[in-house]
């Protein structure tokens, strides 16, 4: 699994440019489900038939990552960008990042007199060109770049970019595999443009008409240094949610999931995250409406180049997924 | 029905904002039965009531919207101690938690208490700044452990608040937003009685208002209406506001008018107030209202949509203050205009010349 | 329908009828058939085979509305649609359905402490005076709820410059009339006049779903600010030099496959473009995107300087190449082109 994470996390995919991503995890699940098919707005749609009788369940985890779009290259060469979803000025300074056909480039500042001044405007990006001309024959206004930065095996735990929400795509992904029998039709849904508005999420959902949606996304911790308060820690298991901007979960499928965590002995604890929405928040509101839940990955550090999971909470949501599928859902 | 009744159970009743099924949908429910045909809850938790209309099919779909859910705030960690921190559900106004008496919903209801830092060990400075709602938390008097095995991340808390009856028909509780609301459907409902009525309507409780009118996007949805009536709350003259930000409590129910409003309906529920002789008043809405009518305009291809409001002061307090008769009055205006609607009405709604 | 008489219409979000009823007309003198939905879009149509390409313009601007009439006679008002309060005050409107002339007045400077005049005077503060004495004159005329629209002329400034109010969006309806002179034979084009962009995209997102396009594009006249004190890297797009091709907005990323095609069109035919380097603001397409189970979708521009004020500025060169460019590309979708 920790070459997966590797695999996924490293691929290239901000919204919207979610290409190379998509390709990789087509390659993953082609041997495990039956059908495949890319919508109108890139969303990779997967589905493993089931015996008969049972729902139409989404399992939806987002491929797309934060990231930068050009918007001017300047005389000289420079690359002045805006941000593809929520990107914090200070994270980025000092950063590389790359662009989708192998260009690197790193980002530098204007001389600032004060560091709270400093915003993405500031900002730019350096790939060695000399002129616009060069420039030019790299990069064009209009492309996206993503941050570069290989993941780490840091034993227990893992840190790489874009784990928010590779990590998701990861736990589907060995659910999928790990899936024998189940009697719903499964959904996995990689869905795209969910840092610009979980906009990936709401066209598939309207499009497959589920009978039940779960997410798989990364939730923050309060377990750092005088970190904001929150009761999810790394390590204590599976987040199941309540809340957070985007949604308040089904209950009755809530109490569902933590009754089959206990049930499997599957290590789970409680969130209310809240600042930050997931793409449950626009399943539950597809047409006439659908019970929608998130099993979250506890992360620390998210949206920076350096997101880190325990492999043990990796591990439980997928058994819990897995759990969940093969359960009735009859909550 | 007794409307004085129903408020004082309703907003008693507690319903935060997607855990409405907890409580308050089955007030509501109970009070439908016998008003409509038949009653469903939707997957999102709102309460549904059918009364079908005796026009000819197809007939006109008229949509009541009324919220049922209510602010209020979550449990976001178990502090040591026992001490429980939380956040808003909806717009809460951080100035009014500060020792006021709340109810934990765990496994069984809890009072509780926002503490606060007592005045004596209290700096001038600090007394200068409003408390920070991340800095509060609830104290309901067990010993951790105690807490623990009651109260679990994500269960939720509401004001604890006896309602109030003030001088003349004025009454105040909290929850009054949208409480208020759903009675002037169930008021229209019983009018509806006197009247033959060619539409089919349905009265809808609505969940998930103040977290983003979740509720009212997908039943109007589900339902599919030709028209979408709104009732919710505005506000109500207020010492140190503008008199033109607001309406007058007790002067009769507000209309809104602008882009959110179909002009068309608006004016037939300004004709229907004045057929029997209720001053109703206007509410200027430039863009967006930040009520159910909202949502409800782009629901699929377009609904026509209006809005009433009842005048209440100190809205998301928990001593909302309205005038009865103005729930009255709003009932019995929308049950005449219901009654207006035909089928030529709703054709009406797509001619713009 | 020509600029001068698009940009002369009023129809602030929410009250679009004297544009619509003009859109209208048009469209039944030119023999094109049109539905209005209930939100008040006006959907028009051509060609019936091929794949569904709606356009969309908004109609409506934005404008003020009247929220009370003083005692004494003058009107205050608030915002409809995003318009920055330091550019109201000594302008023209006119108010509600007779269109009264009224002026937005303001405190003398004589009058004003010497720090006022550094301070914004917020939308509240400010007022209309239509000349009335007191508020029961003034309410024979005007009443709370009323509409106001910005009073500008248009004017041609030299050979190829326009100056009008509402630029963003007539441009926009201009191009569609333009679009629909043409006959398409193996698309079917629904041209969407819509309402209510500027207080959240809320007509185009009733009328794609009506419509269920298989693409979409936004037209627009979109932010420019090549003035003085803006550099280069933030002006967004340049006055006279294209049609603007819009990479990203809040509302929307384009389909990759289409603004590629709109590129490469662009090239091959020597149709001046630009990229629109900014990605603040949102427009239609972004309603359109996320139309029941999705939806490409492209934005192409006309840039006009100082959009949301009183009066705007742009190329007659631009729109020219707008036209080109939306032509040439139905016309590759006609021939075969699928996002």
């Given at each position: 699994m920790k070459d997966l994470i590797k695999r996924l996390t490293e691929a290239f995919g901000p919204s919207g440019s979610e290409g190379p991503v998509r390709e990789v995890i087509t390659k993953e699940v082609e041997p495990y489900v039956d059908e495949i098919r890319v919508d109108a707005l890139g969303n990779l749609i997967c589905l493993k038939k089931g015996s008969g009788g049972g729902k139409k369940v989404i399992l939806d985890a987002h491929m797309d990552e934060i990231g930068v779009i050009v918007t001017h290259i300047d005389e000289k060469g420079f690359l002045r960008f805006a941000s593809v979803g929520g990107v914090y000025p200070v994270?980025?300074?000092?950063?590389?990042?790359?662009f989708e056909n192998g260009t690197f480039g790193v980002i530098g500042s204007e001389k600032l007199d004060d560091i709270k001044d400093l915003k993405l405007d500031k900002l730019f990006i350096d790939i060695g060109a000399a002129n616009r001309e060069e420039a030019s024959q790299k990069v064009k206004v209009g492309d996206m770049g993503a941050f570069f930065q290989p993941a780490v095996d840091l034993g227990n735990r893992v840190v790489a970019k874009a784990m928010d929400d590779r990590i998701g795509c990861v736990v589907v992904i060995e659910a999928l595999k790990r899936l024998k029998q189940t009697q719903h039709d499964i959904y996995a849904v990689f869905a795209t443009q969910e840092e610009v508005g979980l906009r990936g999420a709401r066209v598939a959902a309207y499009g497959i008409e589920p009978d039940v949606g779960i997410a798989f996304d990364v939730t923050s911790t309060g377990d750092t240094p005088k970190a904001r308060t929150m009761d999810v820690s790394l390590g204590k298991g599976a987040a199941i949610k309540v809340k957070d901007s985007s949604l308040v979960?089904?209950?009755?499928?809530?109490?569902?999931?933590?009754?089959?965590?206990?049930?499997?002995?599957?290590?789970?604890?409680?969130?209310?995250?809240?600042?930050?929405?997931?793409?449950?928040?626009?399943?539950?509101?597809?047409?006439?409406?659908?019970?929608a839940a998130v099993i979250s990955i506890p992360s620390r550090y998210i949206h920076s180049p350096s997101e880190m999971v325990d492999i043990g909470d990796v591990e439980a949501c997928v058994k819990l997924c897995v759990a969940a599928c093969e359960s009735p859902l009859d909550f | 029905m007794d409307l004085k009744e129903f408020l004082t159970k309703a907003s008693l009743a507690h319903g935060v904002s997607g855990f409405e099924f907890m409580d308050v949908a089955s007030l509501v429910r109970d009070a439908m039965d016998g008003l409509v045909d038949e009653v469903k809850v939707d997957l999102l938790g709102n309460v549904v009531g059918v009364k079908y209309g005796e026009g000819a099919q197809p007939r006109p779909k008229i949509m009541l919207a009324g919220h049922m859910d209510e602010i209020g705030l979550i449990i976001t960690k178990i502090e040591e101690g026992g001490f429980l921190r939380f956040a808003p559900v909806g717009g809460v106004d951080q100035r009014v938690l500060p020792a006021h008496e709340v109810i934990v919903y765990g496994r069984r209801p809890l009072t509780g208490v926002i503490g606060v830092k007592p005045p004596h060990l209290t700096s001038p400075e600090e007394a200068k700044k409003a408390y920070k709602m991340e800095d509060l938390f609830i104290d309901v008097g067990l010993p951790e452990e105690e807490v623990r095995e009651l109260v679990r991340v994500g269960d939720v808390a509401t004001f604890k608040r006896q309602v109030s009856e003030l001088m003349g028909d004025r009454f105040s509780g909290k929850a009054l937003d949208d409480r208020a609301g759903v009675a002037v459907i169930l008021v229209c409902l019983e009018e509806l009685r006197k009247y033959k009525v060619d539409a089919d309507v349905?009265?809808?409780?609505?969940?998930?208002?103040?977290?983003?009118?979740?509720?009212?996007?997908?039943?109007?949805?589900?339902?599919?209406?030709?028209?979408?009536?709104?009732?919710?709350?505005?506000?109500?003259?207020?010492?140190?506001?503008?008199?033109?930000?607001?309406?007058?409590?007790?002067?009769?129910?507000?209309?809104?008018?602008?882009?959110?409003?179909?002009?068309?309906?608006?004016?037939?529920?300004?004709?229907?107030?004045?057929?029997i002789g209720i001053k109703a008043q206007k509410e200027i809405a430039p863009a967006a209202t930040g009520t159910d009518a909202w949502v409800m305009q782009i629901s699929r291809a377009g609904v026509a949509t209006g809005l009433i409001s009842i005048p209440l002061r100190y809205m998301h307090t928990s001593v909302e203050t309205l005038a009865i008769s103005d729930v009255e009055d709003a009932g019995r205006l929308l049950a005449r205009f219901i009654a207006s609607v035909d089928a030529g009405f709703v054709k009406e709604l797509k001619s713009w010349i | 329908m020509d600029l001068k008489t698009l940009t002369s219409l009023s129809g602030v979000s929410g009250n679009e009828y004297e544009a619509r009823s003009a859109i209208i007309k048009q469209l039944e003198s030119m023999g094109i058939s049109y539905e209005c939905d209930v939100m008040g879009n006006v959907i028009a149509k051509k060609g019936d085979r091929g794949p569904k390409v709606l356009l969309d313009a908004h109609m409506d601007e934005v404008g003020l509305m009247i929220t009370h009439v003083e005692k004494n006679g003058f009107l205050r008002f608030a915002p409809v649609g995003g318009i920055d309060p330091r550019v109201l005050v000594s302008k023209r409107v006119l108010v509600g359905k007779e269109k009264i002339p009224g002026v937005i007045g303001a405190k003398a400077i004589h009058l004003q402490e010497r720090d006022e005049r550094t301070q914004v005077i917020p939308i509240d503060r400010l007022f209309i005076d239509i000349g009335a004495e007191s508020g029961e004159q003034a309410q024979g005329k005007v009443k709370a709820g009323d509409y106001v629209v910005f009073d500008t002329e248009y004017q041609e400034l030299s050979p190829g410059i326009i100056?009008?109010?509402?630029?963003?969006?007539?441009?926009?309806?201009?191009?569609?009339?333009?679009?629909?002179?043409q006959d398409w034979k193996e698309i079917q084009l629904y041209a969407v006049f819509a309402v209510q962009e500027e207080v959240g995209l809320r007509g185009a997102r009733v009328a794609a779903f009506a419509v269920e396009p298989d693409m979409g594009i936004a037209l627009e006249g979109t932010v420019c600010a090549d003035i003085p004190g803006t550099d280069k890297e933030f002006q967004a797009t340049r006055l006279g030099k294209g049609v603007a091709l819009s990479i990203m907005d809040r509302g929307s990323i384009p389909d990759r496959k289409m603004l590629n095609q709109l590129v490469k069109l662009a090239e091959d035919e020597g149709i001046p473009y630009q990229f629109r380097e900014a990605t603040s603001g949102g427009n239609d397409a972004g309603a359109i995107q996320q139309t029941k189970a999705g939806c490409p979708v492209a934005s192409v521009s006309v840039p006009c300087r100082y959009i949301h004020t009183p009066c705007?500025?742009?190329?007659?060169?631009?729109?020219?190449?707008?036209?080109?460019?939306?032509?040439?590309?139905?016309e590759s979708v006609e021939g075969g082109f699928r996002p």
């Open positions: 994270v980025t300074l000092g950063q590389r990042v790359y979960c089904h209950p009755g499928l809530r109490d569902y999931l933590v009754k089959l965590a206990e049930a499997k002995g599957i290590p789970y604890q409680m969130e209310v995250l809240e600042w930050g929405g997931t793409d449950s928040g626009a399943i539950q509101l597809t047409r006439a409406g659908v019970p | 349905y009265a809808v409780a609505t969940s998930q208002e103040e977290i983003g009118c979740r509720g009212a996007v997908v039943s109007t949805y589900g339902i599919e209406p030709d028209i979408g009536i709104a009732i919710d709350v505005c506000h109500g003259e207020t010492p140190g506001v503008p008199e033109w930000r607001t309406s007058s409590v007790g002067k009769g129910p507000a209309l809104a008018q602008g882009g959110n409003i179909h002009p068309k309906v608006f004016a037939a529920l300004e004709k229907a107030a004045k057929e | 100056k009008a109010k509402a630029l963003d969006d007539r441009v926009g309806c201009a191009l569609l009339f333009e679009v629909l002179k705007s500025l742009m190329s007659t060169s631009d729109f020219e190449a707008a036209r080109k460019l939306l032509i040439k590309f139905l």
